[in-house]
């Protein structure tokens, strides 16, 4: 099968990543370029010559630098963003901060990241919250059938409405937009977990009129491992209570903004990454990445029939850029997810995630741009060898 992937070999080495493994789930931790990671690493080493001047002086001035590049690569006031390790630690700020009560409802959908739907069941608990996984039918139709689908799990207790807008098993592109209007409509609080898609979609964030937003620069954005951000509106960040007390609570020297103060102010932590945006955004314009990741979900949409095919499946939605990208999920017919998962990697050298979603199990294939043809002909050749073992 022809590659649709224009990539130079000067592209491919750009990347760390070792060449015996055929690495095919860049959605699950990414993975930085040679710039970026030297950018990372020229921070880590100013931190350490002068520790001090790094923590105190310096470093609040990288960040902000970094903030204001960030918030005008996802169209945002820099002061209405901050940083955080992972959308995990952003989710857990909302939903440790609502006041919810006895009764109340975060309505999500059935195909949320695990992370995230324990969060939202541990503090629904505390307070006799409800979080409702409202169900989904696979494969999705449309735009409008999913909207219709979600919104019959609202009632008059819901309080919030949380969903990713790339989902993480089965690789879906959510329609966040259609979602946030009819909540708006509804005068309900939203929240997308945009944790893939930094980096695969352009993001307008005031266009798009959520109240919460948190997204993942470490997957398709390639920076450092522990850089993430949470967006909220300025009329609704004083519900956000800092998950860790800290330095910015009561300032001496409180800044303009709370929201700052509370959520980016902290003790002694290596914030390196977060500085690395810049460099990031930089190499994926000097490299041209709109164009490489359209070549990326062409490689996507070629090759997911013959994998349907081969399992016998069929693609959870259709095949075009609405619903799905980088990323690409099959059903696979086994109940033993960690036993493929084992032999895919320990026998054929290929990292690829096999995921347990409810009573299901999908592999997802991530197409990057150092990926070519011949690593989804690596896993179509496996597949075909221990297809018996399913």
């Known amino acids: 099968m022809r590659s649709a992937m224009p ?8 990347f760390l990543l070792r060449p015996d493994i055929t690495y095919l789930n ?21 931190l350490e010559q002068e520790p001090v001047q790094f923590m105190v002086e310096t470093g609040p001035r990288y960040l902000t630098a970094s903030r204001k590049a960030l918030a005008s690569y996802i169209n ?6 901050v940083y955080v390790v992972n959308p995990s630690h952003a989710v857990n700020i909302v939903a440790k901060s609502l006041a919810l009560q006895v009764g109340d409802q975060v309505l999500s959908t059935s195909l949320e990241y695990g992370a995230c739907n324990r969060t939202w069941e541990f503090y629904c608990s505390k307070t006799g919250a409800y979080y409702v996984k409202q169900p989904i ?11 219709e689908q979600f919104f019959k799990g609202v009632t008059s207790r819901t309080k919030l409405i949380f969903l990713s807008h790339i989902t993480s098993s089965t690789a879906l592109r959510l329609p966040v937009e259609l979602i946030v209007q009819e909540a708006q409509k509804r005068g309900l609080l939203t929240f997308v977990d945009g944790a893939h898609a930094p980096g695969q979609l352009s993001l307008d964030l005031k266009g798009l009129g959520v109240d919460f937003y948190t997204g993942a620069c470490h997957k398709w954005m390639m920076t450092p491992k522990g850089s993430s951000f949470l967006y909220a509106k300025k009329e609704r960040q004083p519900l956000l209570e800092p998950l860790v007390v800290s330095w910015g609570y009561n300032s001496d020297h409180p800044s303009h903004s709370a929201f700052l103060d509370y959520h980016q102010t902290q003790g002694t ?11 990031a955004l930089a190499f994926m314009e000097a490299n041209r990445w709109d164009q490489v990741s359209a070549a990326c979900r062409a490689l996507v949409f070629e090759n997911a029939p013959r994998f349907c095919e081969l399992l016998n499946t069929s693609p959870l939605a259709p095949l075009n850029d609405q619903f799905i990208l980088q990323l690409c999920s099959f059903k696979l017919p086994t109940a033993d997810a960690e036993r493929i998962k084992a032999i895919l990697f320990n026998q054929f050298h290929i990292e690829i995630p096999v995921m347990r979603h409810g009573a299901d ?3 997802r294939y991530s197409i990057q741009a150092f990926n070519a043809q011949e690593d989804l002909d690596k896993l179509y050749l496996a597949l075909t060898a221990i297809k018996d073992q399913f």
């Open 76 to 81: 945002v006031d820099p002061d209405d963003l």
């Open 269 to 279: 932590r290596d914030f390196s990454a977060f500085l690395c945006i810049p460099a």
């Open 7 to 14: 990539l130079t070999p000067a592209l491919r080495q750009q």
């Open 26 to 46: 860049f959605g699950s931790f990414g993975a930085c370029p040679h710039p970026v990671f030297e950018q990372y690493q020229r921070y880590q080493l100013e």
């Open 137 to 147: 039918q696979l494969p999705l139709v449309s735009a409008e059938n999913f909207v």
């Open 361 to 363: 199990v999908y592999l």
